[in-house]
């Protein structure tokens, strides 16, 4: 069992930037990646980064390469999505997700994640 708890939205202007959190409970023992998804108003939720266990090996949806940034803490309590240069189309409910059945491997689809936080609002102004 997995609990996620995200933090750090709001509202920025367009240019803007913003940092992302999400802090897993979970047993000592539990491997996982961990990864971040978004839902606009009216589109399907979508793939936006993950990180593998060991922080080593990350993945990003083309649309925000070498705009956000994913990382986690040494304690891998805690992932982090750093967002800079946010336009007004990444507006979403960002959510963070862990895929409990891998370490190594990253997929983007919303059915290989079998845990989910609460989400937590990112609207950009223009």
């Known amino acids: 069992q997995v609990q996620l708890v995200e933090s750090g939205g709001g509202l920025v202007q367009a240019g803007g930037s913003l940092r992302l959190s999400c802090a897993a409970s979970?047993?000592?023992?539990?491997?996982?990646?961990q990864g971040w998804f978004r839902q606009a108003p009216g589109k399907e939720r979508e793939f936006v980064a993950a990180?593998?266990?060991?922080?080593?090996?990350?993945k990003y949806a083309d649309s925000v390469k070498g705009r956000f940034t994913i990382s986690r803490d040494d304690a891998k309590v805690t992932v982090f999505l750093q967002m800079a240069s946010l336009k007004p189309e990444d507006t979403a409910v960002y959510y963070c997700?862990?895929?409990?059945?891998?370490?190594?491997?990253?997929?983007?689809?919303?059915?290989?994640?079998?845990?989910w936080g609460q989400g937590t609002q990112v609207t950009v102004s223009s």
């Open positions: 997700a862990v895929d409990s059945k891998n370490t190594a491997l990253i997929f983007t689809t919303t059915r290989d994640y079998d845990y």
């Open positions: 990180v593998t266990w060991s922080g080593r090996t990350t």
């Open positions: 979970a047993r000592t023992s539990s491997r996982y990646v």
